[in-house]
C-alpha cells in the first residue's frame, strides 16, 4: 500500500519493549519484593485457618440447631395428636439433638472472648440452656400424665387399663395425689428456663442481615416463656386441689347452670336449666336436675328489679335467678345469682358453679358418633332444614318452649314456660352415660381435648369456692373475668331483651378503626353491622308454634379503657350513656334488629393515653357464648388486621 512501508513480522527480530518516558527519564517495572509476598502468604494461610477454625465449626453449630429444631416439630406434632407414648420418645430424641448442639457451641468457646462476637455467642449459650430446662419440665410433665393416659384417652400405656370406666377413673383420681406434687418441679425448670431468655437482649441484632426476624423471635419466646411460667405459678395451686375437687377424698358438688347463648345474656346466655353434680373420687353423678323456673318459682320476697330489666323487660318487675347474670364478668354475676340462689326452696349448697352453652351439647353430640338419645328423643349435630342449624338446638328449643297443649284461655308467657320439661337436665345425662361407659380411647380423648377448647372459648367457665382452686381456674382464663391490661382495651358485651333466639340468625362484623392526631391523640372508631337473614317465626302461641326468630332486642355495652371519652354515636335507639365499672369506661345504648332486616351501630372516642413509641398494645375480651364474629382493624382506613374473634385475643397495633 503507498505511503506504508511492509512489515515482515516472520523476520522482526524480538527485542524488549521501549521504556515509558515520563518527564524524559525511563520508568522501570515494578515487581512486588519478597517481603510482600511472604506476607501474603501468611495472610491467607491466616485466613484459612481461620475458616478452618471459625467458619466450619459454625456451619456445624448451625447445622445442629436446624436439626434440633427439626426434632422439636416432630415432638410437639406428637403432642397435637395426643400420642403421649411417642412424645416421651421424641422428647429424648430432642435432648440428643440439643445435647450435640451444646457440644458444637463448647467447641467454640474461643469466640467468647471475641469484641461483639463474644455476644453473640453468649445468647447462643443462654438459649441452649433455656432449652434444656424447658426440656426438663417438658419430661416432667410427660412422665407425669403417661400414667393416665388410657383415662384420658391418650395414646400411651397408662396404668389403668383394667375394671370398668368407672373404676379406672376412681383408681386415677385416688393416685392423683402422688402426681400433683410434680408441679413444683415443673415450676422450678421453668423459672430456670426464664432466666436464661431474659439473659439475651433482643436489641443486640441490628435490623440488617436478617437481624430483625431474629429480633422478633426472641421477644416472642421471652414473651411465651414468660406467660407459661405465671400460668404454671397461677395453676400450681389449682393442680395439687384437683384430687379434693374431683372428690378424693370427699366427694364434692357443684351447680351446674345452662346457659342458652341462641337468647344471649351478659355470661353468655339465658339461664334456662340447671342440675346438681356430685362427684365421688371422679365419678360424676346427678342428683337433681330442672328448669330453673322451677328454682325461680321456689324464691320469695325478690327484690325489685335493677334499672335494665325494667328498662327493657318492662313485664318483668322483680330479680328473678334466670335474670342474674347482668355483669359481664362471670364471677360478679354468680354472686348475685347465689344471693338469690340462697333464698330458693330447691337449695342445695354447692361447692362450686360450672356454666355451659349449646356450644357444648353440639359439639360434644358430634363427637359421640353424632347420635345421643334422651328422653325418647333422638338428639343429632347435623343441620336441621327448619331452622338452618343443629338439629339439638332445634329440638332442645322445641321441647322446652312449645306448648304441648295449648289452652286458648291460657296464652301468657308464664304458663308456656310452665310446661316446660327438664330436658337439658336429661340429656346432659345421657351425654355423660354414653360417654363414661364407652371405652376410653373410643371418645375420651376426644372429648378431653374439646372440652380445653370449649374452655378456652368460654362456652364452659368455672367459680370454684375455694380461693386457691379459683385462682389457678383464672390463671387458665376460665373463669369468665374481666380482665386489667395496660393499653388499649375492647370488650363488646350484649343481651338479648327479647325474648326469641334471634342471636341463633343475627350475624355481627366490627371494625375497629385507628385515628392518630399531630397532637399524638388516638381517636378510635366502632363499627358493628348486624343482619338477620332468616324470616321471621310465627309467634303466636294460640298456634303453638315455635318462636325463635323474632326482634332481636339488644342491650349493648362497650367497656374500653379507663378515662376513655365519648365523641360520637349513631345507631342507639336511646341516648348514649357513660360511666366506669369494673376498671373500665362503658359506654351503653340499645337497638332492634328485625329478621330479614339489618341495623348499623357505631361509636367514636378518643383512648386515656397518647401515642409513644407507635405501637399500641390491644386486648380483645371475647363474650361468653359468642363465636366467629369477624374483626377488621384499621389504622387511618387501611385494613391491617382481620381474623374471626373465637378467644381473647392480645396483639399490637403499629400507628
Given at each position: 500500500m503507498e505511503g506504508f512501508n511492509k512489515i515482515d513480522l516472520e523476520a522482526a527480530p524480538s527485542r524488549p519493549a521501549d521504556p515509558i518516558i515520563i518527564n524524559n527519564r525511563p520508568k522501570a517495572r515494578r515487581s512486588l519484593p519478597k517481603k510482600s509476598l511472604i506476607v501474603l502468604a501468611v495472610l491467607a494461610a491466616v485466613l484459612l485457618v481461620f475458616g478452618l477454625i471459625l467458619i466450619v465449626p459454625v456451619q456445624k453449630a448451625i447445622s445442629d440447631a436446624k436439626a434440633t429444631f427439626a426434632q422439636i416439630k416432630i415432638t410437639v406434632d406428637a403432642l397435637k395428636k395426643q400420642n403421649i407414648a411417642q412424645a416421651s420418645i421424641e422428647l429424648d430424641k430432642t435432648k440428643e439433638k440439643l445435647t450435640q448442639t451444646q457440644k458444637s457451641l463448647d467447641a467454640m468457646g474461643y469466640l467468647g472472648f471475641i469484641p461483639i462476637v463474644g455476644i453473640y455467642y453468649s445468647d447462643a449459650q443462654h438459649l441452649v440452656k433455656a432449652g434444656f430446662y424447658s426440656l426438663d419440665a417438658a419430661r416432667v410433665l410427660i412422665d407425669s400424665i403417661e400414667p393416665y393416659a388410657d383415662v384420658l384417652g391418650l395414646k400411651g400405656q397408662g396404668s389403668f387399663v383394667g375394671g370398668t370406666a368407672s373404676q379406672r377413673i376412681q383408681t386415677a383420681v385416688t393416685t392423683m395425689g402422688k402426681i400433683t406434687p410434680h408441679i413444683d418441679d415443673i415450676a422450678a425448670h421453668m423459672v430456670e428456663a426464664q432466666k436464661e431468655i431474659d439473659a439475651v437482649d433482643p436489641n443486640h441484632y441490628p435490623p440488617i442481615f436478617g437481624g430483625q426476624k431474629i429480633k422478633k423471635g426472641l421477644s416472642d419466646v421471652r414473651q411465651l416463656v414468660d406467660q407459661g411460667v405465671t400460668f404454671v405459678s397461677d395453676a400450681r395451686p389449682l393442680i395439687k386441689l384437683l384430687p379434693s375437687l374431683l372428690?378424693?377424698?370427699?366427694?364434692?358438688?357443684?351447680?351446674?347452670?345452662?346457659?342458652?347463648?341462641?337468647?344471649?345474656?351478659?355470661?353468655?346466655?339465658?339461664?334456662?336449666?340447671?342440675?346438681?353434680?356430685?362427684?365421688?373420687?371422679?365419678?360424676?353423678?346427678?342428683?337433681?336436675?330442672?328448669?330453673?323456673?322451677?328454682?325461680?318459682?321456689?324464691?320469695?320476697?325478690?327484690?325489685?328489679?335493677?334499672?335494665?330489666?325494667?328498662?327493657?323487660?318492662?313485664?318483668?318487675?322483680?330479680?328473678?335467678?334466670?335474670?342474674?347474670?347482668?355483669?359481664?364478668?362471670?364471677?360478679?354475676?354468680?354472686?348475685?345469682?347465689?344471693?338469690?340462689?340462697?333464698?330458693?326452696?330447691?337449695?342445695?349448697?354447692?361447692?362450686?358453679?360450672?356454666?355451659?352453652?349449646?356450644?357444648?351439647?353440639?359439639?360434644?353430640?358430634k363427637i359421640l358418633d353424632d347420635e345421643v338419645y334422651a328422653g325418647g328423643v333422638k338428639f343429632t349435630s347435623k343441620t336441621d332444614p327448619r331452622c338452618d342449624c343443629p338439629q339439638v338446638i332445634y329440638e332442645l328449643e322445641s321441647l322446652v318452649s312449645t306448648p304441648k297443649s295449648v289452652d286458648l284461655k291460657?296464652?301468657?308467657?308464664?304458663?308456656?314456660?310452665?310446661?316446660?320439661?327438664?330436658?337439658?337436665?336429661?340429656?346432659?345425662?345421657?351425654?355423660?352415660?354414653?360417654?363414661?361407659?364407652?371405652?376410653?380411647?373410643?371418645?375420651?380423648?376426644?372429648?378431653?381435648?374439646?372440652?380445653?377448647?370449649?374452655?378456652?372459648?368460654?362456652?364452659?367457665?368455672?367459680?370454684?369456692?375455694?380461693?386457691?382452686?379459683?385462682?389457678?381456674?383464672?390463671?387458665?382464663?376460665?373463669?369468665?373475668?374481666?380482665?386489667?391490661?395496660?393499653?388499649?382495651?375492647?370488650?363488646?358485651?350484649?343481651?338479648?331483651?327479647?325474648?326469641?333466639?334471634?342471636?341463633?340468625?343475627?350475624?355481627?362484623?366490627?371494625?375497629?378503626?385507628?385515628?392518630?392526631?399531630?397532637?399524638?391523640?388516638?381517636?378510635?372508631?366502632?363499627?358493628?353491622?348486624?343482619?338477620?337473614?332468616?324470616?321471621?317465626?310465627?309467634?303466636?302461641?294460640?298456634?303453638?308454634?315455635?318462636?325463635?326468630?323474632?326482634?332481636?332486642?339488644?342491650?349493648?355495652?362497650?367497656?374500653?379503657?379507663?378515662?376513655?371519652?365519648?365523641?360520637?354515636?349513631?345507631?342507639?335507639?336511646?341516648?348514649?350513656?357513660?360511666?366506669?365499672?369494673?376498671?373500665?369506661?362503658?359506654?351503653?345504648?340499645?337497638?332492634?334488629?328485625?329478621?330479614?332486616?339489618?341495623?348499623?351501630?357505631?361509636?367514636?372516642?378518643?383512648?386515656?393515653?397518647?401515642?409513644?413509641?407507635?405501637?399500641?398494645?390491644?386486648?380483645?375480651?371475647?363474650?361468653?357464648?359468642?363465636?366467629?364474629?369477624?374483626?377488621?382493624?384499621?389504622?387511618?382506613?387501611?385494613?391491617?388486621?382481620?381474623?374471626?374473634?373465637?378467644?381473647?385475643?392480645?396483639?399490637?397495633?403499629?400507628?
Open positions: 372428690g378424693d377424698p370427699k366427694e364434692k358438688k357443684y351447680l351446674v347452670l345452662f346457659q342458652n347463648d341462641k337468647e344471649l345474656r351478659p355470661t353468655g346466655g339465658f339461664i334456662t336449666a340447671y342440675a346438681v353434680f356430685r362427684i365421688d373420687k371422679g365419678v360424676i353423678h346427678v342428683d337433681r336436675s330442672d328448669d330453673i323456673y322451677a328454682l325461680d318459682n321456689g324464691i320469695f320476697g325478690k327484690s325489685k328489679a335493677p334499672a335494665p330489666i325494667l328498662k327493657y323487660l318492662p313485664q318483668v318487675p322483680l330479680l328473678n335467678l334466670r335474670d342474674s347474670n347482668l355483669s359481664p364478668d362471670f364471677v360478679t354475676s354468680m354472686d348475685m345469682f347465689n344471693s338469690l340462689y340462697k333464698k330458693a326452696s330447691g337449695y342445695t349448697d354447692v361447692d362450686g358453679i360450672i356454666a355451659l352453652d349449646t356450644n357444648v351439647l353440639v359439639s360434644t353430640i291460657v296464652t301468657t308467657l308464664a304458663a308456656v314456660q310452665a310446661q316446660r320439661k327438664d330436658m337439658i337436665g336429661v340429656l346432659l345425662y345421657a351425654i355423660m352415660d354414653k360417654a363414661l361407659k364407652s371405652s376410653p380411647k373410643l371418645y375420651w380423648g376426644a372429648l378431653f381435648q374439646d372440652m380445653l377448647t370449649q374452655v378456652q372459648q368460654k362456652h364452659v367457665m368455672f367459680y370454684i369456692y375455694n380461693k386457691d382452686a379459683q385462682i389457678g381456674v383464672e390463671s387458665l382464663n376460665a373463669g369468665g373475668r374481666i380482665r386489667p391490661f395496660e393499653g388499649d382495651y375492647l370488650h363488646i358485651n350484649q343481651a338479648n331483651f327479647g325474648g326469641a333466639k334471634s342471636n341463633l340468625f343475627v350475624q355481627e362484623t366490627v371494625t375497629q378503626n385507628y385515628e392518630i392526631g399531630g397532637d399524638g391523640v388516638i381517636t378510635k372508631k366502632i363499627t358493628i353491622n348486624y343482619k338477620n337473614p332468616h324470616a321471621p317465626s310465627d309467634c303466636n302461641l294460640e298456634r303453638g308454634n315455635l318462636c325463635i326468630n323474632a326482634v332481636l332486642r339488644d342491650w349493648i355495652r362497650v367497656y374500653v379503657p379507663q378515662g376513655s371519652k365519648l365523641i360520637d354515636s349513631k345507631g342507639s335507639e336511646v341516648k348514649m350513656t357513660s360511666y366506669d365499672e369494673l376498671g373500665k369506661t362503658v359506654f351503653e345504648g340499645f337497638l332492634t334488629v328485625r329478621p330479614k332486616g339489618a341495623a348499623i351501630f357505631s361509636m367514636s372516642y378518643t383512648l386515656p393515653f397518647k401515642v409513644k413509641d407507635g405501637n399500641l398494645p390491644l386486648y380483645i375480651q371475647k363474650q361468653p357464648g359468642t363465636g366467629g364474629n369477624e374483626y377488621t382493624t384499621e389504622v387511618r382506613g387501611t385494613k391491617v388486621d382481620n381474623f374471626p374473634l373465637l378467644t381473647d385475643k392480645e396483639t399490637k397495633i403499629h400507628l
